[in-house]
């Protein structure tokens, strides 16, 4: 692995030559997108796990990945034309669409937030409930999803792009053989593996610029490894910088609009045991039964409710928070996590009321603030700014006397060992605290 690296960071300047310059000429990469692949030379950028995350049947090349990034902006991929994969994963809103839920073709709204396409290549699965395994079957999903992009069978997609005849050429070109809906879901995956985001100013703390963050954003890194408990599922360490463990777990999400126990009943009697991706595509985007989420691919009674650990990075432009988007700021997915999660039977274990004070949660804000790469610095302390304001005066989810554990669900009835006595943590070093 180590001996490909150099061959691979000269394959990416490449991309990045490409994707700014000649391809940006070409007829099918629609102008309205200026996206372009970010340097690996970016602080915190996990070199080794990259070169494990491009699959030896999809190796990246200039040329697919400008073909990929065309069929990124092509709305031709939806039935009516009117909803291309950034309709929902736009650039400036760091490949977000800033909806509680998403919208697609004839303006109908699905049951999931977007989440950012930025990083996407090292998620272990794909969706909230890692029901595709891959980037490129993730592609094929929402292209044929009835409420996303609406087209009926891959056969009419490849009918549809081989009546291109710039198309016909492109995938000749470089795959070698006609159009077809693997290769179409190549080629965007191929794109996505360009669209990484490191390079924020937590990234420069730990490679040793101990003045890149502010002193708050230091206490919120060592409250985030330490009373609040966050590590145990976001937990960084240098080769996987990415704050997830990539599990499943109930954090009480969806217990806020779920009766779980009927609803999973109601699902076994909906999949059919042979239910494939497309099937638990339609119910997770279309129906009231997403909120079981990873239930939905396993049928596994402790995935009831549980949903994938997300990523931390560049969170202040892609609000809203949660699967269902059910979050407005962050001050308020903290103190859903500081009263202790949303009760019901299949709650994680690990959600427990965290006793965090008010400027606890301010300094959780501010560590999370400084994961914000450059590209969105601007955007995200506008959005900084909204959100604290709000959080001065608008808390839905603020339960004080539950967080402090005084209002029923303490250490001792929740059965765990810690309750809301979350470690303090030293200060000294904070830097030390992620594990290196
Ligand atoms: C109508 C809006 C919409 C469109 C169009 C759309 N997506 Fe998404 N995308 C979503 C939603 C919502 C989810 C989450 C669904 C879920 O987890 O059940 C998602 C999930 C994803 C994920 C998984 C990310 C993760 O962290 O798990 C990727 C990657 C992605 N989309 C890429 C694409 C690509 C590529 C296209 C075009 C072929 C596309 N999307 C079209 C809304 C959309
Ligand atoms: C038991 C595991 C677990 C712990 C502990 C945990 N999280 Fe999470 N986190 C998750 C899961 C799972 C999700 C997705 C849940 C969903 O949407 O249903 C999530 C989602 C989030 C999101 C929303 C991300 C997005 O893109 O919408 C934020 C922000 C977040 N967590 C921050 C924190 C912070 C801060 C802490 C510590 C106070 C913490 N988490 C503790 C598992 C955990």
């Not at 303006?107 to 890692?130: E, H, I, S, Y």
């Not at 794109?191 to 502010?214: L, W, Y």
């Not at 900084?384 to 304001?389: A, C, I, P, T, V």
């Amino acid at each position: 692995m180590k001996r490909a690296w150099p061959l691979l960071l000269l394959y990416l300047a490449t991309v990045a030559l490409v994707l700014s310059g000649a391809a940006s000429a070409a007829v099918l990469a629609a102008a309205q997108s200026n996206f372009t692949p970010d340097s690996t030379k970016q602080a915190g950028f996990p070199a080794d796990l990259y070169s494990w995350v491009i699959p030896a049947d999809n190796p990246e090349s200039p040329a697919k990945v400008a073909l990929g990034k065309a069929l990124f902006v092509d709305r031709r991929l939806s039935a009516d034309d009117s909803k291309n994969c950034e309709s929902c994963h736009e650039p400036a809103k760091g490949f977000t669409d800033q909806l509680p839920t998403s919208m697609g073709i004839h303006n109908k709204f699905g049951q999931r937030n977007a989440p950012t396409v930025l990083n996407a290549m090292f998620n272990v699965t794909q969706f909230w409930d890692g029901r595709a395994p891959t980037l490129e079957e993730q592609a094929k999903q929402p292209i044929l999803n009835p409420i996303e992009m609406g087209m009926k069978n891959p056969d009419d997609v490849v009918a549809k792009i081989n009546a291109i005849p710039e198309y016909q050429n492109r995938f000749q070109e470089v795959f070698g053989r006609p159009v077809n809906y693997d290769d179409l879901a190549r080629a965007i995956a191929a794109f996505e593996r360009t669209q990484f985001a490191f390079d924020t100013p937590f990234d420069k703390f730990m490679a040793g610029d101990q003045h890149a963050i502010t002193d708050s954003a230091k206490r919120g890194w060592s409250i985030f490894n330490g009373k609040g408990r966050c590590m145990s599922c976001h937990g960084w360490n240098p080769t996987q910088p990415l704050f997830t463990d990539f599990k499943f777990h109930n954090i009480g999400v969806s217990a806020h609009k779920s009766d779980f126990t009927p609803l999973a009943r109601k699902a076994l009697a909906t999949i059919e045991q042979t239910g494939g991706v497309q099937q638990i595509d339609q119910l997770a985007i279309g129906t009231d039964l997403s909120g079981l989420g990873r239930f939905l691919v396993t049928k596994q009674p402790h995935d009831i409710g549980a949903f994938r650990t997300m990523g931390l990075r560049n969170l202040l432009v892609t609000q809203p928070y949660f699967h269902d988007g059910s979050q407005a700021t962050l001050w308020d997915t903290i103190d859903h996590y500081n009263k202790g999660g949303v009760p019901n039977p299949f709650l994680d274990g690990g959600i427990v009321p965290l006793g965090l004070g008010e400027s606890e949660e301010d300094d959780l804000v501010a560590f999370l603030l400084s994961l914000t790469s450059p590209a969105y610095e601007r955007a995200s302390k506008e959005e900084y700014g909204l959100q604290f304001k709000r959080s001065r005066t608008d808390r839905p989810q603020r339960d004080v006397a539950a967080a402090m554990g005084q209002k029923g669900r303490t250490a001792s009835n929740l059965g765990g060992p810690f309750g809301d006595i979350g470690p303090e943590q030293a200060l000294e070093n904070p830097a030390q605290l992620g594990g290196r």
